[in-house]
């Protein structure tokens, strides 16, 4: 699976366009199904509502994609939602932008612009994440070995993510994937092949991204 961009969690941001409130909700999917699901979920929540637009896209290479207007003009509410996410190399996530209409009518063109200005500033807002597939190895050395092994490590600028002591100390580290059989190389020669090395699981980490 490759790396991949989503927002950093859940989360909801309200911006408001002459006097028109317009609610922007954001949620991770995995699949249509629960997309469908949390768009449902909002619309019995906003039932009041004027609108209830959506927008979603899966896949690592979008290959689902779905934008609805739910009422508005067609082409000037789920489509710019969908564009901000495609803009931005969002993958897997969907939006609700409930807008509650306050008396003034924005024209096409306002509406596109409100309507991806909600999700724009509802990411730039909530955050953004890169998911990176990384390898779990924990590298084991005697406390004579240890402040040699753990200077090495830092210096390669290899993650360490938890350090255990017991009779001997554990680093537990985690690893690009590229990166598995020069860390082992690594390790082995900074410890004249001494160190036990223990290879774990395959993990997520989620690096925040900059606006």
Not at 103 to 119: E, S
Not at 122 to 137: F, H, P
Not at 150 to 162: K, P, S, V
Request: with cysteine; proline share 2%.
């Amino acid at each position: 699976m490759e790396d991949y961009r989503t927002i950093r969690e859940n989360g909801v941001h309200e911006i408001e366009i002459k006097k028109s409130r317009f609610i922007c909700h954001l949620r991770r999917v995995k699949s249509e199904e629960e997309a469908q699901s949390f768009i449902e979920e909002i619309k019995k929540e906003h039932w009041k509502a004027t609108h209830n637009c959506s927008a979603y896209t899966i896949g690592m290479n979008d290959e689902i994609q779905r934008a609805h207007d739910d009422g508005e003009p067609s082409g000037t509410a789920g489509v710019p939602m969908l564009e901000i996410f495609l803009k931005r190399e969002l993958k897997n996530v969907a939006a609700v932008v409930t807008r509650y209409f306050g008396g003034t009518k924005l024209g096409a063109g306002g509406l596109i612009r409100a309507y991806g200005g909600a999700v724009n500033d509802a990411v730039n807002y909530i955050g953004v994440v890169e998911r990176q597939l990384q390898q779990l190895i924990d590298v084991t050395v005697t406390y004579s070995q240890s402040g040699r092994v753990e200077n090495a490590l830092r210096e390669a600028n290899y993650m360490i993510q938890d350090t255990v002591y017991t009779e001997n100390i554990t680093y537990q580290c985690v690893i690009p994937l590229e990166n598995k059989e020069k860390f082992i190389e690594d390790v082995t020669n900074w410890t004249s092949a001494q160190a036990e090395i223990e290879i774990g699981q395959q993990a997520w980490i989620e690096i925040p991204i900059d606006k």
